[in-house]
C-alpha cells in the first residue's frame, strides 16, 4: 500500500517538471555558466569575469537566434540577436 502512495507521489512531482512540447518552429532555451580569464596585456591586468547565459536559435528558420551574457547578480550584461542578413548586438551601456 505505502509502495503505491510513494509511486503516485513520485509520478505527479514528475508530471509537475514536465514541459509542454514545442510547436513547430519554436525553440527553447538554453542556459548555463561561463568563466573567462583575460591574460594581462601591456599595463591592463589580467582580469576573471563569470556569466551564465541563456541562448536559443532555430536552424529551420535559416539560423536565426539570440543570446544573453547575465551577471552573478542578474543584470543583463549584453544580449545579440541575429537572423539571416542582420546581426544586433547590444551591451548593458547601449
Do not use: H, K, Y
Not at 509520478?11 to 542556459?31: I, M, V
Not at 573567462?36 to 582580469?47: C, M, N, T
Request: with cysteine; hydrophobic share 45%.
Amino acid at each position: 500500500m505505502i509502495g503505491r502512495w510513494l509511486a503516485a507521489a513520485l509520478l505527479a512531482s514528475l508530471a509537475g517538471c514536465a514541459s509542454p512540447p514545442l510547436q513547430p518552429g519554436e525553440t527553447a532555451w538554453t542556459t548555463g555558466r561561463l568563466s573567462l580569464r583575460v591574460q594581462a596585456l601591456g599595463e591592463r591586468p589580467a582580469q576573471n569575469l563569470s556569466a551564465a547565459f541563456e541562448l536559443r536559435g532555430n536552424a529551420d528558420s535559416g539560423g536565426s537566434g539570440e543570446l544573453r551574457l547575465i551577471s552573478p547578480l542578474g543584470t543583463v550584461l549584453a544580449s545579440a540577436r541575429w537572423q539571416p542578413g542582420l546581426a544586433v548586438a547590444r551591451t548593458s551601456e547601449g
